[in-house]
C-alpha cells in the first residue's frame, strides 16, 4: 500500500526513507488544512522524515511515526485524504522498519561520535547531503 492507490516499483537501490520522505512532504503540501489530525500529522511525519533523510534521525524515528500515522485514520478527518496520507507511512515502516531504525541508530552513533570529538569533517559534510 502506498497511499491513494498507487503502486511504486523500485529497485534495491532507492532509499526508502528519501522515497518515503518524498511523499510525505506531498502530502503535508496537499492537506487542506481544514482538519487538525490530517495538518499537523502530515506535516509532522514530513518533518521527520526530513530530519531522518538528512543526517539528524534518531532510532526510535520509526515508532514516533507509526504512533504519529495511527492516529490519523479511524474517522478524525472530513475526507480521506488524513487516511491516505497516513497509509504511506504505515505501509513503509511496516516492510522497511529495519532500514529506519538502522538509519536512526547511525545517525545517533555518528552524532556521539561527534560530540566526543570523534568524528571528522567529512563525516558530517556527508551527513548533510
Not at 4 to 25: C, Q
Request: proline share 2%; aromatic share 6%; net charge negative.
Amino acid at each position: 500500500m502506498s497511499g491513494s492507490s498507487a503502486i511504486i516499483v523500485v529497485d534495491d537501490t532507492v532509499d526508502i526513507v528519501g522515497a518515503l520522505a518524498n511523499l510525505s512532504e506531498f502530502y503535508a503540501h496537499e492537506s487542506c488544512g481544514q482538519c487538525t489530525p490530517c495538518r499537523e500529522g502530515s506535516l509532522w511525519m514530513s518533518k521527520t522524515l526530513h530530519r531522518l533523510s538528512h543526517g539528524q534521525g534518531r532510532k526510535g524515528d520509526a515508532d514516533y511515526l507509526l504512533k504519529i500515522a495511527d492516529n490519523i485514520p479511524g474517522g478524525r478527518t472530513i475526507c480521506a485524504f488524513g487516511e491516505a496520507c497516513s497509509w504511506p507511512v504505515q505501509s513503509f515502516v511496516a516492510k522497511f522498519k529495519d532500514e529506519f531504525v538502522a538509519k536512526g541508530a547511525e545517525d545517533e552513533a555518528r552524532r556521539a561520535r561527534q560530540s566526543a570529538g570523534l568524528g571528522g569533517e567529512k563525516e558530517t559534510a556527508e551527513a548533510q547531503h
